[in-house]
């Protein structure tokens, strides 16, 4: 079954870095590219980015340049989105995706609040 | 910068009726990269139609999409009580990057 399995909640306090993992079971994980895309409370669906798990290429939303890294570690199926700076407008549920252009599958989400 | 507009922002039918659900682009785009996601409580978001109208695996047939010119549609046919969520358009194209519209909520009547 392909599926991915994010890390837990976080609460962070402004100023900090937050880093959400992502892993991938069930198929090739440099098969799929890996998107990430948030969702603040209330609101709709923000593409942050993405990543090439066998490359390593990424390609970042404007607004996120600067403060997001999206990396992966191959040897264990895991892909890592990193914000820094973190901002109260950061508490969000933040989701990876599979892509090969359409977002099929996707993790279950992780809620980073910040909060001071 | 493509903008994808979805219309109405809640439609609020009884099961059994059909929706028809709008997001139409500021720009012309290929149908190819134009996707469908459902949205429910809670929960993460669910593929449904990839390419404007190619259904994903699992979903049932009531789902379809279709397009004309800049504007793109996802209707069904027949609403189940399971139907009731917020439906989202998105643009992926991974030159260009990847726009969502702002969600279409259907709710029940």
């Known amino acids: 079954q392909v599926q991915l399995v994010q890390s837990g909640a976080e609460v962070k306090k402004p100023g900090a870095s937050v880093k959400v993992s992502c892993k991938a079971s069930?198929?090739?994980?440099?098969?799929?590219?890996i998107n990430w895309v948030r969702q603040a409370p209330g609101q709709g669906l923000e593409w942050m980015g993405w990543?090439?798990?066998?490359?390593?290429?990424?390609g970042y939303a404007q607004k996120f340049q600067g403060r997001v890294t999206m990396t992966r570690d191959t040897s264990i199926n895991t892909a890592y989105m990193e914000l820094t700076s973190l901002r109260s407008e950061d508490t969000a549920v933040y989701y990876c995706?599979?892509?090969?252009?359409?977002?099929?599958?996707w993790g279950q989400g992780t809620l980073v609040t910040v909060s001071s | 910068e493509l903008v994808l507009t979805q219309s109405p922002g809640t439609l609020s039918l009884s099961p059994g009726e059909r929706a028809t659900l709008s997001c139409r682009a500021s720009?012309?785009?290929?149908?190819?990269?134009l996707a469908w996601y459902q949205q429910k409580p809670g929960q993460a978001p669910r593929l449904l139609l990839y390419?404007?109208?190619t259904r994903a695996t699992g979903v049932p047939d009531r789902f379809s999409g279709s397009v004309s010119g800049t504007d793109f549609t996802l209707t069904i046919s027949r609403l189940e009580p399971e139907d009731f969520a917020v439906y989202y358009c998105?643009?992926?194209?991974?030159?260009?990057?990847?726009?969502f519209g702002q969600g279409t909520k259907v709710e029940i009547k």
């Open positions: 995706a599979g892509s090969r252009g359409e977002l099929d599958p």
């Open positions: 069930g198929y090739t994980f440099t098969t799929y590219d």
């Open positions: 990543m090439n798990p066998n490359s390593g290429d990424t």
């Open positions: 720009q012309s785009i290929s149908s190819s990269y």
């Open positions: 390419g404007a109208s």
């Open positions: 998105q643009r992926y194209h991974k030159s260009l990057t990847w726009t």
